[in-house]
């Protein structure tokens, strides 16, 4: 386990550096992190501490957020096919980004966007939390999660449908692609609280989640109170989803992909899974980022598209494998 997390530390460094040198411009990797560390008001230096460090940082937070989470939500339903889209609340704050924008929200105010989505994540977790009740059990959450997924998504299209702004369209379906480019220190700073406070809230799961492992009967008779790890669950979730959704937008298959590919490596363990998966999904996000700014530098292409074009074949080959193995 130990060398498994020294791996993926490793590889999570290697890629934030690379991460930090990688772009349009022609520049070696010397004269990079030499602008990066110095004070001087050369262009450099402002591309390297204004654009690439907070969008390198917020690839970090972001696969590090959805990884974790993923980890968690499949630990607590025991269901490895949960992610922690299956709560709704990346499509609540989706929501609330939409209508920031359409509203001109997102225009009046520079950081009126990530806090509409913020709101919107805040919001689904209050429904969530409504709908499934203080006393129900994963079913419940389950479904309540569906509803309030299924609702969000819906307002999301009533909008787009009754756009009279074709700018705003635009800009609402470009948004819900996810990406981290034109991002800066502000939106790591408004992120990284919620993300830490999440993290921790979901990082304490360990030992309930090894618990449930036996079923909920037997996590409740070695003393762990199932509602109390549910409502931890829920926001933790909220707080990392939210935060990563609102500064970036949508993107998918990360909370998914990278705890079935770690699972095998830490003996199936749900509290193990979480701190590799973290760092698993940092690496796999910042990847990600720079196959974007690689392959087509020029046409804008988003994170979003490119880990749901990486995740859905390695989930493809995952359910091949697991196939192949029960019969």
């Not at 990346?90 to 609330?96: E, T």
Request: proline content about 5%.
């Amino acid at each position: 386990m130990k060398r498994l997390l020294a791996s993926l530390i490793l590889l999570t460094g290697g890629l934030f550096a690379l991460s930090l040198v990688v772009g349009p411009a022609a520049i070696g990797p010397i004269a990079s992190f030499q602008a990066l560390l110095t004070d001087t008001q050369t262009p450099l230096s402002l591309v390297m501490q204004e654009i690439r460090l907070p969008r390198a940082i917020l690839a970090v937070i972001v696969g590090a957020s959805l990884g974790l989470s993923g980890a968690a939500m499949q630990g607590y339903l025991r269901n490895p096919l949960a992610e922690p889209g299956l709560l709704g609340i990346s499509g609540s704050a989706a929501l609330g980004a939409v209508l920031a924008i359409q509203l001109g929200l997102a225009s009046a105010f520079p950081l009126g966007l990530p806090l509409a989505a913020l709101a919107g994540a805040l919001l689904g977790v209050f429904l969530i939390t409504l709908l499934a009740g203080s006393r129900g059990g994963s079913l419940s959450l389950i479904l309540a999660g569906i509803a309030i997924s299924a609702l969000a998504s819906a307002m999301v299209s009533l909008v787009l449908n009754l756009s009279p702004n074709p700018f705003a369209t635009s800009e609402i379906v470009f948004w819900m692609m996810g990406s981290l480019a034109d991002r800066s220190m502000e939106h790591v700073w408004l992120a990284l609280p919620f993300v830490l406070l999440g993290g921790v809230l979901l990082a304490t799961l360990s030992r309930p989640l090894d618990a449930m492992t036996l079923g909920e009967d037997a996590a409740e008779a070695l003393g762990m109170r199932l509602s109390r790890v549910r409502r931890q669950l829920i926001i933790g979730t909220a707080l990392v989803v939210g935060a990563s959704t609102a500064v970036a937008g949508t993107i998918g298959f990360v909370g998914l992909v990278v705890p079935h590919l770690l699972r095998p490596l830490v003996g199936a363990m749900p509290g193990r899974l979480l701190g590799a998966s973290a760092l698993g999904g940092a690496a796999m996000v910042l990847l990600a980022d720079i196959l974007v700014r690689v392959i087509l530098p020029e046409a804008d292409l988003k994170l979003g598209v490119l880990t749901a074009f990486i995740g859905a074949p390695l989930f493809l080959h995952l359910i091949y494998q697991t196939r192949r193995e029960l019969a």
